[in-house]
């Protein structure tokens, strides 16, 4: 089981933990990983993309020119898709495009998350933290801390702390997410470093193990 050190807000280490093997040690799966992170995009496009079939554009009730005689080809609307100004063919209408993964692999996907960011270094455990007041400078101190200033940072912690969740929002690129409701792949893979708590790892390896 991997062990790894647990550090207070400041950056000192205080203690290590024993990670659970089957939640940060499985083998990473790149193709679950993708799959996940096309999962959640495609359920945040909005499918609002709207055309209109000839049936809907404005216009073309009467025959342009009779049937036969004129030497022009024939032709019974001007709101033909051939015509300009027409109906518009196989287009977009408003849909979604969310779809499901299968319970086992979502899960296989967190994990996987889990298991490459703290192969790669960037998983690092607090043995906890919390705000008296929402105060940006508080989180800008620890990044500042852990020397991560310059890059995107996600914070997580067992349940939703509004004062951690106000101080994050304002700075580009940092968030914070509780694991009980919120923890998923794109967020783990899409940030530089993760931080998370203690409490949080317990909470993450009783859902996962």
Do not use: C
């Not at 040690?25 to 993309?49: I, K, Y």
């Not at 996907?109 to 455990?125: H, Y």
């Amino acid at each position: 089981m991997p062990i790894v050190a647990v550090y207070d807000i400041t950056g000192a280490k205080t203690s290590e933990l024993e990670l659970n093997d089957s939640v940060f040690g499985v083998d990473v799966n790149e193709a679950v990983l993708h799959q996940a992170v096309v999962m959640q995009l495609a359920s945040q496009r909005l499918g609002t993309a709207s055309t209109k079939t000839r049936g809907f554009v404005r216009g073309g009730g009467k025959k342009p020119w009779k049937q036969k005689g004129t030497g022009r080809a024939r032709a019974g609307s001007i709101r033909s898709p051939l015509w300009v100004g027409g109906g518009t063919v196989f287009g977009p209408h408003p849909r979604s495009y969310a779809f499901r993964m299968p319970r086992k692999q979502r899960r296989l996907a967190i994990k996987s998350a889990l298991t490459a960011k703290l192969q790669d270094g960037e998983l690092v455990v607090l043995d906890g933290i919390n705000f008296d007041a929402p105060k940006t400078k508080s989180v800008l101190k620890l990044m500042s801390d852990f020397n991560v200033s310059n890059k995107k940072v996600l914070i997580v912690t067992a349940e939703m702390l509004e004062n951690v969740e106000k101080s994050a929002r304002n700075i580009p690129g940092v968030k914070a997410i509780p694991a009980s409701s919120s923890l998923n792949v794109y967020d783990l893979l899409y940030h530089d470093k993760v931080f998370v708590t203690k409490d949080a790892i317990t909470r993450i390896e009783e859902v996962l193990a």
